[in-house]
């Protein structure tokens, strides 16, 4: 499945400061489709090159990480059960800045 991963605020730091990723990713063994709890996981494996405990805790993002998926707020979806689409695009923004 093809799908865009954005990372903002500070996230992209994680991912050699690269902001948009275009990706395929597949279901995890034994699942039909793609969840947002399949796609942290391969997330954090495949594109996060340090320091992953900044952007997970867990099996879910970080207090503070903001995830749009199709510019629609994932806790209106559904969140780690949200299921993906072809070429849907997921954004994941840090709301947490330091000063």
Not at 24 to 30: A, K, L, N, W
Not at 39 to 52: G, Y
């Amino acid at each position: 499945m093809q799908l865009t991963l954005e990372f903002g605020g500070g996230l992209e730091l994680l991912c050699d400061s690269v902001k948009v990723h275009n990706v395929i990713v597949d279901p995890p063994t034994g699942e039909e489709k793609l969840t947002m709890k399949g796609l942290l996981s391969w997330v954090k494996t495949n594109v996060i090159k340090e320091r992953a405990e900044m952007f997970m805790k867990g099996d879910t993002v970080r207090p503070g990480v903001l995830v749009l998926v199709n510019d629609c707020d994932w806790e209106l979806s559904g969140q780690l059960g949200t299921t993906l689409e072809e070429k849907d695009v997921v954004v994941f923004i840090s709301t947490l800045h330091g000063g």
